[in-house]
């Protein structure tokens, strides 16, 4: 194939000149990549001597003997409030909540964080970056850190979940909202100006037409991955029935978590099914 | 009668530095029909957007009905703009929304805010809406989506908007550059319609000179920000042209004017002849 070229006094394109087989570099980096693995598995030291088949089995068919005694209160002691059930209500209120407190921060924070509006001068081109460069901070600090620094505040419970959701969301609508804002159409902008309307018209009649569907299609769809989030977070002490999930396991309650996992994977799918559709209607 | 608009040495330089209108003077009287032709870049659109102050000019005045546009305060703009209707390349509809609500934001300027947003329109500016939606022929459309009509069809939404102003002056900046030949004349008809019947003074950019000679009273040759030529489309001779577009120009012809037998039998609407 080469010779094509050399025969042309053409440059032999890079595809050519190189062979797979002897080249150095991809030589040197499958090496690279093979070291990595060798250390990995010297370091994380896994071990899966405990989990022999009978075992493995034995245990996961465990999960599936649910245990509907949590479904009701078990003594004197508890309530409904104590209750499964009531935990995954809670749960999903969790995860709501957290939307919520974001939608209201980030819904005016987006509009200082898009281009399009704010470029026009230095001060506001500042805000701009700021804003965003804040969306992308928070966007990047996972939500169980979050609720584990939160836990020196508030202690363990709801509101170190829910504040905890909100911080790491408030980042990611942040910026789709603010990128549905700069993916605005200037032209009926300028048309409805044209008429002689007032500012706030324009906005009215040019601006928000042109947001609102993006816009509620995104609160929902962070509405679903918070409510799909927000059973985790008691894993680590932030409220919800993850708590209960974890206890129940570290007791080797099996029945009982066999249950609650089957009632968030519900609760997950369909909030997920839901979102889907309502976004399919809004496009 | 004075002109309704005159505009005097008029000079717009873009913050970049593009000096895009030159020292422009001319006065456009009531009833004409305006054609502005140029290259692209000459400055057509910078022009039609001093008249309604969508482009702040650098220096020189413009009289619209005798009111200094250029030194008016914004409420002043705002009543001068809505007696001035524009339509667009690309239509400028809030594509999301129903052809009637785009056609009904045309009366905004007559109307408070607190109007607007409680989206109370009197029932005037709704029966004026169905009207206008009637004239450009599709008032049957009224409840679609806007971005569901063809080009043709949206830019007819574009008109019956402007006409919900009830303006004495329709700016046009290329309005059937996004259109097929066919579709050009039908919208083009309605622009005349309008002209000679309502007799609103138009203002309208076009890319081809066959257009400009078919449908203006008066063509302004605009070239690299002044006038290169204004007067009656017949004297622009093979001479003028080159001057307009330069020397390796050739003119073409741009489609029948009424297309027979007709080519877009699919779309009826779009043969709807506003004459009749
Ligand atoms: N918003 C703008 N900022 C900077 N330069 C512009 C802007 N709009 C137009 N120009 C420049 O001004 C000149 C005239 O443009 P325009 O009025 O759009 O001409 P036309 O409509 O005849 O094509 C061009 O050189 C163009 O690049
Ligand atoms: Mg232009």
């Known amino acids: 194939m080469a010779e094509y070229f050399t025969a042309r006094g053409l440059p032999v394109p890079l595809e050519l000149r190189r062979n797979p087989l002897t080249d150095w570099r991809r030589l040197t980096v499958i090496a690279l990549v093979l070291l990595v693995l060798y250390i990995g598995l010297k370091i994380t030291n896994i071990d899966?001597?405990?989990?022999?088949?009978?075992?493995?089995?034995?245990?996961?068919?465990?999960?599936?003997?649910?245990?509907?005694?949590?479904?009701?209160?078990?003594?004197?002691?508890?309530?409904?409030?104590?209750?499964?059930?009531?935990k995954m209500i809670e749960t999903i209120f969790l995860g709501i909540m957290a939307t919520a407190f974001s939608f209201v921060v980030a819904l005016p924070l987006s509009f200082l964080g898009a281009r399009n509006i704010?470029?026009?001068?230095?001060?506001?081109?500042?805000?701009?970056?700021?804003?965003?460069?804040?969306?992308?901070?928070?966007?990047?600090?996972?939500?169980?850190?979050?609720?584990?620094?939160?836990?020196?505040?508030?202690?363990?419970?709801?509101?170190?979940?829910?504040?905890?959701?909100?911080?790491?969301?408030?980042?990611?609508?942040?910026?789709?909202?603010?990128?549905?804002?700069?993916?605005?159409?200037?032209?009926?902008?300028?048309?409805?100006?044209?008429?002689?309307?007032?500012?706030?018209?324009?906005?009215w009649a040019a601006v928000l037409p042109q947001i609102t569907n993006p816009f509620i299609s995104f609160t929902i769809y962070r509405l679903d991955a918070n409510v799909r989030l927000a059973p985790v977070l008691g894993l680590v002490g932030g409220g919800g029935i993850g708590l209960d999930l974890f206890q129940s396991i570290n007791l080797s309650q099996y029945g009982a978590a066999g249950l609650i996992i089957f009632m968030?994977?519900?609760?997950?799918?369909?909030?997920?099914?839901?979102?889907?559709?309502?976004?399919?209607?809004?496009? | 009668m004075p002109p309704i608009v005159?505009?005097?040495?008029?000079?717009?330089?873009?913050?970049?530095?593009?000096?895009?209108?030159?020292?422009?003077?001319?006065?456009?009287?009531?009833?004409e029909f305006v054609v502005l032709i140029g290259l692209s870049g000459s400055g057509k659109s910078t022009l039609l957007r001093c008249i309604n102050r969508l482009v702040d000019p650098t220096s020189g005045t413009i009289l619209f009905d005798g009111i200094d546009v250029t030194t008016?305060?914004?409420?002043?703009?705002?009543?001068?703009?809505?007696?001035?209707?524009?339509?667009?390349?690309?239509?400028?509809?809030?594509?999301?929304?129903?052809?009637?609500?785009?056609?009904?934001?045309?009366?905004?300027?007559?109307?408070?805010?607190?109007?607007t947003i409680a989206s109370r329109p009197t029932s005037s500016d709704v029966a004026a809406a169905f009207e206008n939606l009637g004239r450009v022929?599709?008032?049957?459309?009224?409840?679609?989506?806007?971005?569901?009509?063809?080009?043709?069809?949206?830019?007819?939404?574009?008109?019956?908007?402007a006409l919900m102003q009830?303006?004495?002056?329709?700016?046009?900046?290329?309005?059937?550059?996004?259109?097929?030949?066919?579709?050009?004349?039908?919208v083009m008809k309605y622009l005349e319609e309008i002209n000679k019947k309502d007799h609103i003074t138009v203002v309208c950019s076009l890319h081809f000179l066959s257009l400009a000679?078919?449908?203006?009273?008066?063509?302004?040759?605009?070239?690299?920000?002044?006038?290169?030529?204004?007067?009656?489309?017949?004297?622009?001779?093979?001479?003028?042209?080159?001057?307009?577009?330069?020397?390796?120009?050739?003119?073409?012809?741009?489609?029948?004017?009424?297309?027979?037998?007709?080519?877009?039998?699919?779309?009826?609407?779009?043969?709807?002849?506003?004459?009749r």
Do not use: C
């Open chain 2, 213 to 275: 000679r078919r449908y203006g009273t008066r063509v302004v040759a605009l070239k690299a920000g002044q006038v290169a030529f204004d007067g009656k489309p017949a004297e622009i001779d093979e001479r003028r042209f080159k001057e307009i577009y330069g020397e390796d120009a050739e003119e073409v012809e741009i489609g029948p004017d009424r297309p027979q037998p007709q080519p877009l039998a699919a779309d009826g609407a779009e043969q709807v002849d506003p004459s």
């Open chain 2, 137 to 161: 022929g599709i008032a049957d459309r009224a409840f679609s989506r806007a971005d569901a009509l063809s080009g043709g069809q949206q830019q007819r939404v574009g008109i019956a908007r």
């Open chain 1, 264 to 283: 968030i994977v519900v609760t997950v799918a369909t909030m997920d099914f839901v979102s889907a559709q309502i976004r399919k209607r809004l496009v």
């Open chain 1, 48 to 86: 899966t001597g405990r989990a022999n088949p009978e075992y493995v089995i034995n245990r996961i068919a465990l999960l599936f003997k649910w245990d509907f005694s949590i479904m009701t209160p078990r003594d004197e002691f508890e309530t409904y409030m104590d209750t499964a059930w009531w």
């Open chain 1, 118 to 203: 704010m470029t026009g001068n230095p001060i506001t081109a500042a805000i701009y970056a700021v804003v965003r460069v804040t969306f992308t901070i928070l966007r990047s600090i996972d939500v169980l850190i979050v609720v584990i620094v939160l836990l020196a505040i508030f202690g363990p419970g709801n509101a170190a979940g829910v504040f905890g959701l909100a911080f790491h969301n408030i980042g990611v609508m942040g910026k789709l909202y603010s990128e549905a804002i700069e993916g605005i159409d200037a032209g009926p902008l300028e048309a409805i100006t044209a008429t002689g309307a007032n500012r706030l018209q324009v906005v």
């Open chain 2, 72 to 115: 008016a305060d914004r409420a002043a703009i705002r009543r001068v703009r809505r007696r001035i209707g524009m339509i667009f390349q690309q239509f400028n509809l809030v594509r999301r929304t129903s052809v009637f609500s785009n056609v009904l934001s045309g009366r905004l300027g007559y109307r408070s805010t607190w109007r």
């Open chain 2, 6 to 31: 005159s505009i005097n040495d008029l000079v717009k330089t873009y913050p970049g530095g593009t000096r895009a209108l030159d020292g422009i003077s001319l006065d456009i009287q009531r009833g």
């Open chain 2, 166 to 186: 009830k303006p004495e002056v329709m700016l046009a900046d290329e309005p059937v550059a996004s259109l097929d030949p066919a579709t050009s004349h039908s």
